[in-house]
């Protein structure tokens, strides 16, 4: 079985890098961790199969080779784009997240007295999650996709969001999805909210994430720049990254004994 | 100017701890963060270059200005700085080594174990740890944090949540990810993206 499942993945990623015109030794290397059988059976064409392993090699890339490549914090705008329409859209219920793979530690950060991650609008012992939504990525004229990934906002219990988790489901096992917290850019969506209902969108900047009204009027939640381009709110609008003054009620059943844990943080001076 | 803002609210928060005396020293806690440690923005593709002005700043309590992080990349390199290029993990090893060689840092082309953060994070001494995010075919972009804390929560059937605080020069901000210490793959996340930290390694004092 494990024979039939080596050879499979040496055929994948043969036509993975064919098809991609790979050059990079270290990316036609196979990865340290195959992909399941479960995935391999699931996965429904070769183009499919294709994108499946650009999906695991991206997120997993193990290589012997240190690449020693230049640190920028910068991609280009189109990079970020080009992958998220090409990145696995394999659908993860959020619920299946909550409680997994360290949640709990990272959400023990938002009720933690000593503010271990410095959110401007401080952290609630009694905090709790709010149902998740995901962001479209677009270009100057046009809706692209639906990044598959969840951003879990953390709400304070004075109806504020005060941070966020966030999820990347493109990783290549479920197992390996794990959630980061951050502030990101919780205070700017509550004063974004005070106007009303915004639909969620980034241009492709990593750092970049605005909001549409009803009316098409645009806010910068987070980034330098602001948006230039003509989309409508129409066309951004994708229900899944719709945000509504009244969905902070919209809260997610967690284990409730996280709220008896010690989350004190030493802090170090 | 949104970074420096950040700055400034991080420092204050952190002075406002210090005058409302919360030193925080509990026997059970596990989880351990720098306080006051600066949060800086970057400005163009330099994300290496806050990173190493933080942990300089932080250990010297002198307020540097970047130029002078890329002055000591001319200094140690012997090349002119070209602005937006960025530096690589050696590169960025040898303005570390310049800036603060009492510490004697040390680099490694890989993630660091949980035990050795724990050490160095309980020490105060911070690590640049660099990550690959894998774009399109023969595209990596490289992105440089700088880890200041972890935590080891205990759950209600015992086991244990662990995760790596860093200040995130591409947002401004400090970030909490999952370590798994049961993988050999670490990863850390900047904004909405995640970077393979094992691939791209550390640099760590002592």
Request: glycine residues 8%; aromatic residues 12%; charged residues 20%.
């Amino acid at each position: 079985m494990k024979k039939i499942l080596t050879m499979s993945i040496a055929l994948l990623m043969s036509v993975s890098a064919f098809s991609c015109g790979k050059t990079n030794k270290s990316e036609i290397e196979p990865v340290a961790n195959e992909p399941s059988s479960k995935e391999i059976v699931t996965t429904e064409s070769v183009e499919q199969n294709t994108k499946e392993i650009v999906a695991t090699e991206a997120a997993e890339q193990t290589t012997e080779e240190h690449l020693n490549i230049p640190f920028t914090g910068i991609s280009s705008k189109e990079d970020v784009r080009e992958l998220a329409l090409n990145e696995r859209k394999r659908e993860v219920d959020y619920n299946t997240l909550i409680g997994k793979n360290g949640f709990y530690g990272i959400f023990s950060s938002f009720l933690s007295p000593q503010n271990p991650l410095g959110l401007r609008e401080g952290t609630d012992e009694r905090a709790y999650i709010v149902k998740p939504f995901k962001y479209a990525v677009v270009d100057e004229t046009s809706f692209l996709t639906i990044r598959n990934a969840w951003y879990f906002p953390i709400a304070s219990e004075n109806g504020r969001y005060i941070g966020m988790m966030f999820a990347d489901c493109t990783m290549p096992e479920l197992d390996d999805i794990m959630c980061g917290g951050s502030e990101e850019f919780a205070p700017e969506l509550n004063e974004a909210l005070e106007k009303g209902s915004i639909a969620i969108f980034n241009d492709g900047g990593l750092n970049s994430m605005y909001g549409i009204y009803e009316d098409n009027t645009i806010i910068t939640l987070s980034g330098d720049e602001d948006y230039k381009g003509s989309l409508t709110f129409d066309e951004v609008n994708q229900e899944v990254n719709l945000i509504t003054p009244e969905r902070i009620n919209e809260k997610i059943e967690i284990d409730s004994s996280v709220y008896d844990r010690n989350c004190e943080v030493e802090l170090i001076y | 100017m949104k970074g420096l803002y950040k700055s400034v609210v991080s420092w204050a928060a952190s002075a406002a701890l210090l005058v409302t005396g919360i030193t925080s020293v509990t026997a059970t806690a596990e989880s351990k963060v720098m306080v006051g440690y600066p949060v800086y923005m970057q400005s163009g593709n330099n994300c290496w270059a806050y990173a190493v002005l933080s942990m300089n700043n932080f250990l010297t309590g002198i307020n540097y200005q970047v130029e002078y992080v890329y002055g000591t990349y001319i200094t140690v390199t012997g090349n002119t700085y070209v602005n937006n290029s960025g530096a690589n993990l050696d590169e960025c090893y040898g303005v570390i080594n310049y800036l603060l060689s009492s510490y004697s840092p040390t680099k490694i082309n890989d993630d660091m174990a949980f035990s050795l953060i724990k050490s160095k994070v309980n020490a105060a001494l911070p690590s640049l740890i660099g990550g690959y995010y894998y774009g399109n075919p023969g595209s990596v972009t490289g992105h440089a944090v700088v880890l200041i804390g972890y935590s080891d929560w205990t759950n209600s059937d015992g086991s244990r949540d662990t995760s790596i605080y860093y200040m995130n020069p591409a947002t401004g901000a400090i970030e909490n990810y999952p370590y798994n210490t049961n993988a050999t793959t670490q990863f850390f996340k900047s904004g909405s993206r995640i970077f393979n930290w094992s691939n791209a390694g550390s640099v760590y004092l002592n």
